[in-house]
């Protein structure tokens, strides 16, 4: 009786063990490949499954159909002569309709796919220039992953996207490349300095000719006002019908307008007048400036 409950216990045990071992779950986002006797049997999505126990189904890989990315470094030149090296971010995943292809047709899918960029690369790059490298690196990181994706595509695997993250020239070529960028700047600097200093001195001079041209306005408009005051007292002493011909009345007139200019320099007070010490000599200017008034 205690033999028979013995190999019960153990039936039991050897029954819960191959139930158990029949049982796998696979996660979401991911398949299983189960195969029976070494050949390919079924795909096992995301859930609770049941096998053949005692290695007649065999859970042989799991594989994820999360997007991924694959980061690599290629090195290679530009069409001047410029050796760069590139660093390119590319995102993939398996094909869900085709995990066997992807499964049983490549052993390093990560490798495989860094040779199909380096290759589209190095036979993209060398066709352009450095300048042209930098201005057109997401033209070429779209062509590299259409030449890319298609290749792979026949692998079960789909190229998402390729990005070119980073483009570093030799050490050499970037310390040239920065001193041709700041010697641009500083000339570009000093013609701007230039050009502030040409305004300056243009603005300065207009300024100064614009000044003696109304100064001069000024005085053209003081002499008139002149003659036009000793015109009007001309017409207003022959209009009062005084006894004076015109050369006396002129003396008058300019005989006043020198006194009237002494008053000024002495309101001035810091000007120095030389007069004639003879009585006499008052007559002798108001005769010189008639004779050059008669005389123009």
């Given at each position: 009786m205690i033999l028979v409950l013995i190999l019960s216990v153990i039936f039991l045990l050897l029954l819960l063990v191959l139930v158990l071992s029949s049982i796998y779950v696979v996660r979401q986002q991911s398949v299983a490949i189960v195969e029976r006797f070494g050949r390919y049997q079924k795909t096992a999505t995301s859930g609770i499954h049941v096998r053949l126990p005692l290695g007649i189904d065999?859970?042989?890989?799991?594989?994820?159909?999360?997007?991924l990315q694959s980061e690599i470094v290629v090195e290679t030149k530009t069409k001047d002569n410029v050796f760069v090296t590139l660093n390119i971010a590319t995102q993939y995943r398996v094909n869900e309709s085709n995990v066997i292809d992807a499964y049983y047709k490549l052993i390093k899918p990560v490798s495989?796919?860094?040779?199909?960029?380096?290759?589209?690369?190095?036979?993209?790059?060398?066709k352009l220039t450095l300048d042209e490298l930098f201005e057109k690196k997401d033209e070429i990181a779209l062509e590299v992953q259409n030449q890319v994706a298609e290749e792979m595509s026949t692998y079960g695997y789909e190229i998402v996207k390729t990005l070119i993250t980073k483009v570093e020239p030799d050490a050499e070529v970037k310390q040239s490349m920065n001193e041709i960028n700041a010697a641009q700047r500083k000339r570009v600097a000093a013609q701007e300095l230039a050009e502030a200093d040409k305004i300056k001195i243009v603005t300065a001079a207009e300024a100064e000719a614009e000044k003696d041209r109304l100064h001069g306005v000024g005085i053209a408009q003081q002499r008139k006002a002149i003659v036009d005051g000793?015109?009007?007292?001309?017409?207003?002493?022959?209009?009062?019908?005084?006894s004076l011909n015109e050369e006396q009345i002129m003396s008058i007139l300019l005989t006043n307008q020198y006194l009237d200019t002494l008053n000024s320099f002495a309101e001035a007070g810091n000007s120095t007048?030389?007069?004639?010490?003879?009585?006499?000599?008052?007559?002798?200017?108001?005769?010189?400036?008639?004779?050059?008034?008669?005389a123009r």
């Open positions: 065999r859970l042989v890989a799991r594989i994820e159909l999360r997007l495989q796919i860094k040779s199909y960029i380096e290759d589209a690369l190095r036979s993209s790059v060398p000793l015109a009007e007292s001309i017409r207003e002493l022959k209009d009062a019908q005084v007048v030389f007069l004639p010490g003879q009585p006499e000599g008052v007559e002798d200017i108001r005769t010189q400036i008639l004779s050059a008034l008669k």
